[in-house]
């Protein structure tokens, strides 16, 4: 299974808006729609932040928003909060040659 | 409100086995595909398996692939794992996930510590 990649750090100050990407292939990323953002904090469970590239489930924040371009996804959060200081982890479809899903390595987003 | 609650995460030595748990309640456990994705300390999530509403699909990562055993007991409204020939690397919380065709969906049990080591 092909491996995704996110940079390990991203941060901003309050206010501010940090982009996290996320490579992976037209296999994965570049094939489906299904690509979707966890948000982690420290000893807690995933949080789903959003689902099929860019929709935001309920009671998720319209600050937090999704994009792809080719075989990049992005995760942007506008107006950074203290509590948005956390783990995110991309997820993908790893297609229908090699059934599961793709997580990538996660990035630490810092809140200056 | 959705409920998955995962069980039977022990200290368990290299080469032994374990079977896991999750118990689903508030949704109708029969229509749904379910996951396990687990995290070792420090890690990021890894995907290791997936059941389909009938059984009659299953994947794994190949991490796991001929160790372990993901199954269903609708009746039960139970999701399993049987893990065999753990190793070190075996180590983290395993946590069940329900799917959205297409994506782990946002419904995750808080997860249950498997330590292996000797």
């Known amino acids: 299974q092909s491996a995704l990649t996110q940079p390990p750090s991203a941060s901003g100050s309050p206010g501010q808006s940090v982009t996290i990407s996320c490579t992976g292939t037209n296999s994965d990323i570049g094939g489906y729609q299904y690509v979707s953002w966890f948000q982690q904090h420290p000893g807690k469970a995933p949080k789903l932040m959003i689902y099929?590239?860019?929709k935001r489930p309920s009671g998720v924040p319209d600050r937090f928003s999704g994009s792809r371009s080719g075989n990049t996804a992005s995760l942007t959060v506008s107006g950074l909060q203290p509590d948005d200081e956390a783990d995110y982890y991309c997820s993908a479809y790893a297609g229908s040659n090699n059934p599961g899903y793709l997580f990538g390595p996660g990035t630490k987003v810092t809140v200056l | 409100e959705v409920q998955l609650v995962e069980s039977g995460g022990r200290l368990v030595q290299p080469g032994g086995s374990l079977r896991l748990s999750c118990a689903a309640s508030?949704?109708?456990?029969?229509?749904?595909?379910m996951n396990w994705v687990r995290q070792a300390p420090g890690k990021g999530l890894e995907w290791i398996s997936y059941?389909?509403?009938?059984?009659?699909?299953?994947y794994y990562a190949d991490s796991v692939k001929g160790r372990f055993t993901i199954s269903r007991d609708d009746a039960q409204n139970s999701l399993f794992l049987q893990m065999n020939s753990l190793r070190l690397d075996d180590t983290a919380v395993y946590y069940c996930?329900?799917?959205?065709?297409?994506?782990?969906?946002?419904?995750w049990g808080q997860g249950s510590l498997v330590t292996v080591s000797s």
């Open positions: 996930a329900r799917d959205s065709s297409g994506y782990v969906s946002g419904y």
């Open positions: 099929e590239v860019s």
């Open positions: 508030g949704f109708t456990f029969s229509n749904y595909a």
């Open positions: 059941i389909s509403r009938t059984s009659d699909a299953i």
